[in-house]
């Protein structure tokens, strides 16, 4: 496995796919975004994005955000459906582990919803805990 910075349109539509694809973004926030909106995201120099490549196949990507808070990361990770609960997520994970360190980065925090049970299981085992609750709401209007 290796993680990329994007190179090229076909990885910022991949990008894109990933996130708009239903299968996938069942416990995200975020959903449909356009392969534009996926290059506009790293205009902003605190944000990082890379793609996930197995065997010159890209099967999903990493988010990176160092925020205001010292020396404080925020992470996203998708890995396509057809290639999940293959080890590729926990893999991917170190490894934006070590792109973070580089950055200088020395805390990672992420959110997830309670009953994404294969995200929150993947976070437990490689050294994430509970730091807090959040209440997610909505109203029509
Ligand atoms: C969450 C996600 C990134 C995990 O990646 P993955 O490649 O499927 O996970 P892995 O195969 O690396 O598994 C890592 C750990 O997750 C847990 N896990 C994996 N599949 C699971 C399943 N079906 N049920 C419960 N736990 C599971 C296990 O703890 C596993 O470790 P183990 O195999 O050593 O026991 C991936 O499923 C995904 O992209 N989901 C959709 C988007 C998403 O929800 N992102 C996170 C938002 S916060």
Redesign the pocket.
């Known amino acids: 496995m290796k993680i990329y910075k994007p190179k090229n349109l076909e990885d910022f539509k991949f990008i894109a796919k990933l996130w708009s694809e239903t299968k996938?973004?069942?416990?995200?926030l975020t959903r449909m975004i356009t392969a534009q909106d996926a290059k506009d995201r790293i205009k902003n120099k605190n944000n990082f994005t890379y793609i996930v490549e197995v065997d010159g196949k890209r099967v999903?990507n990493l988010n990176l955000r160092k925020t205001d808070e010292n020396k404080v990361g925020r992470l996203?990770?998708?890995?396509?459906?057809k290639?999940?609960?293959?080890?590729?997520?926990?893999?991917?994970?170190g490894l934006l582990e070590e792109e973070a360190k580089k950055l200088g980065i020395k805390k990672l925090k992420?959110?997830?919803?309670v009953n994404?049970?294969?995200?929150v299981?993947?976070?437990?085992?490689i050294g994430f805990k509970e730091t807090g609750w959040m209440i997610v709401m909505e109203k029509k209007i």
Not at 24 to 28: D, E, G, H, S, T
Not at 76 to 81: E, S
Not at 121 to 125: F, R
């Open positions: 996938n973004n069942k416990f995200m999903g996203g990770i998708i890995i396509d459906y290639s999940q609960g293959k080890g590729y997520g926990k893999e991917a994970m992420l959110e997830v919803f994404n049970k294969v995200a299981n993947l976070y437990k085992k």
